[in-house]
């Protein structure tokens, strides 16, 4: 399968193999280049349900506060997990 890159830096992801991945209108594409190819990880479209809270021990101030941050911290957790070696046992 092949596609075009546009005048904007677009390309059309097949329809079968978003449906393979499960790639639906909404997700969140992060994009990095590894050994000179892009890699695109898909993440769900964030909900519309607020999590203030939800993963902060007692005592401890939220560290995220709004969807942005949310977002921003997912992307980071991402981008830190790909970059370590991967497990030789699994």
Known sequence: ?????????QITIDRAVRKQL????????HQRVVDGRLEVVFLPAPH???LYGALRQE???PQVTD?????A???EAIAEEQ???????G
């Open 1 to 9: 399968m092949a596609s075009r890159v546009s005048e904007r830096g």
């Open 22 to 29: 499960g790639v639906q209108p909404g997700m969140v594409a």
């Open 48 to 50: 519309r349900r607020s």
């Open 59 to 61: 005592g401890e101030p």
């Open 67 to 71: 969807g942005d941050q949310l977002e």
């Open 73 to 75: 911290a997912v992307m």
């Open 83 to 89: 970059k370590r070696p991967a497990d030789k046992h």
